[in-house]
């Protein structure tokens, strides 16, 4: 269904109340068919190993299978199409051969450990890889974290792997057409195995959704005129959880000498004010003023609500009405461009992506995309407008897609998060006058709730 800036109303409403945040582990089950859906997709793309990279900042695939990142280190896995794995660790990182997830043999790689430590293993790098079963007559595939586009020449030849470990394959392997980028068998947003969450990957990454929000909701609270962006940052991070995107508690100018955390300004009336959070599963992010009415604004921009913030819901409603299984990208996409035109709303990102370990995985949401949207897909509503003269507004959530069957396993196997959602789709009915589909399934508490002036805190946006 799509909704216009004439349909939207800011008037009293009911804030949604904080949430337990549920911890669920992965299960055995869950890691043994990620192992054997990847080993397929190996067989189906004819590669004889999968080479996974990993740091801090790009582990994901690697940890998809293992359960761990090496942390401040670096790793590379290295798994055999008969389900042999190696991996190769730093001095650190070494002991998780005893806890992974995943079963391999550990070669210490001190290439990977921290500057000046002990160098203690085979200082040339190809035959560390030789000892893992790299032989020149293997198809290698290599998993970074890039999606390279394929309107640039030999994208498939193309690897985001440091150059020392790139060069040693192709020391060993000779023939640079057997190594192939191989990162789309996993985040590819058609047919990446990432791409789709059974039952308990959903509850396992709702824990980080929850988190994200009530940290939200916190700072929502909180929010006071003469308050430091530090104070109220305090108040979003949550349970010890590692964030996924550098925190924002930004008031008035950001990015002031060029700093990109929360500082020591202060909130004063009319700044604009951003904070985001976001944890494995997803992040929750708001910007809008900090006024109690639109005159407060600073540089007597009255009209904001009319401006940006009703268009900008109108199609956040919009997105989150009409999103259904087997409705392509590009058609999400072009509903959006109707709703908030490009040419007048600034917005030039995709609106909306994948979700899962990381923040962004990849998106179907793209222009001319036939890429349809499935079940269990994890998805974030993430839409940002620049309307010359404002500020933007932002109410970033996530949702998941969930067919019947996927439901009722939720349903069955995690009653209090079921109930959880069941409880937040009446609320956005109720208070925000939203019907979502059936298969649409909130993931946080503050999906759908926006409040465009902070300092007015029991009013928000609605439907009619």
């Known amino acids: 269904m799509k909704y216009s800036a004439e349909e939207i109303q800011y008037k009293k409403v009911r804030p949604p109340e904080q949430e337990e945040a549920v911890l669920v582990e992965l299960t055995d089950a869950t890691m043994l068919k990620r192992k054997a859906q990847v080993l397929a997709k190996m067989t189906e793309n004819q590669l004889d190993v999968l080479a996974i990279y990993a740091d801090l900042e790009h582990g994901d695939n690697f940890e998809y299978l293992t359960g761990f990142t090496p942390r401040f280190e670096e790793a590379l896995l290295l798994l055999h199409q008969d389900g042999k794995a190696y991996c190769l660790l730093g001095n650190e990182t070494l002991r998780m051969?005893?806890?992974?997830?995943?079963p391999f043999k550990a070669i210490l790689a001190s290439h990977f450990s921290l500057p000046n430590q002990p160098f203690t293993a085979e200082e040339n790098f190809s035959k560390l890889l030789a000892q893992a079963e790299i032989t020149e007559d293997k198809r290698v595939g290599l998993v970074g974290w890039k999606l390279f586009n394929s309107k640039i020449k030999n994208y498939q030849r193309l690897t985001d792997f440091p150059a020392f470990i790139a060069e040693a394959f192709v020391e060993l392997v000779h023939e640079r057409s057997r190594l192939i980028n191989a990162t789309a068998l996993f985040i590819d947003p058609d047919q990446g195995i990432r791409t789709h969450n059974n039952a308990n990957e959903v509850a396992h990454y709702a824990y980080g959704q929850v988190l994200a929000s009530n940290g939200i909701l916190a700072c929502l609270t909180d929010l006071e005129l003469g308050k430091k962006e530090i104070e109220l940052a305090n108040v979003l991070e949550s349970e010890g959880q590692r964030n996924t995107v550098v925190t924002i508690c930004s008031t008035g100018q950001r990015f002031k000498n060029a700093n990109v955390y929360p500082s020591l300004q202060e909130v004063c009336l009319g700044d604009r004010f951003s904070m985001t959070v976001g944890y494995k599963g997803g992040l929750v992010s708001r910007a809008a003023y900090a006024v109690r009415k639109e005159e407060e604004i600073k540089g007597s921009k009255k009209n904001y609500l009319?401006?940006?913030?009703?268009?900008?819901?109108?199609?956040?409603?919009?997105?989150?009405?009409s999103i259904q299984i087997g409705m392509?990208?590009?058609?999400?996409?072009?509903?959006?461009?109707e709703v908030v035109p490009q040419g007048e709303y600034g917005w030039h990102l995709n609106p909306g992506h994948l979700v899962a370990d990381e923040e962004w995985l990849s998106s179907p949401i793209f222009p001319d995309s036939t890429i349809p949207f499935k079940s269990g897909m994890m998805l974030q509503l993430d839409l940002i407008l620049a309307v010359t003269g404002f500020s933007g507004a932002n109410a970033e959530n996530g949702i998941a897609l969930a067919d019947q069957n996927l439901r009722q396993d939720i349903q069955n196997n995690y009653p209090q998060i079921w109930q959880q959602i069941e409880k937040r789709r009446a609320y956005i009915q109720d208070e925000i006058g939203l019907k979502l589909a059936e298969e649409v399934l909130p993931l946080s508490n503050t999906v759908a709730y926006f409040t465009p002036l902070l300092l007015n805190k029991d009013h928000a946006l609605t439907i009619g």
Do not use: N
């Not at 051969?97 to 995943?102: F, G, N, Q, V």
């Not at 009319?306 to 009405?321: D, E, H």
């Not at 392509?328 to 461009?337: K, N």
């Open 306 to 321: 009319q401006a940006v913030a009703k268009p900008y819901f109108a199609a956040i409603v919009t997105w989150l009405s």
């Open 328 to 337: 392509t990208g590009g058609q999400l996409y072009d509903l959006m461009e």
């Open 97 to 102: 051969e005893a806890y992974s997830r995943l």
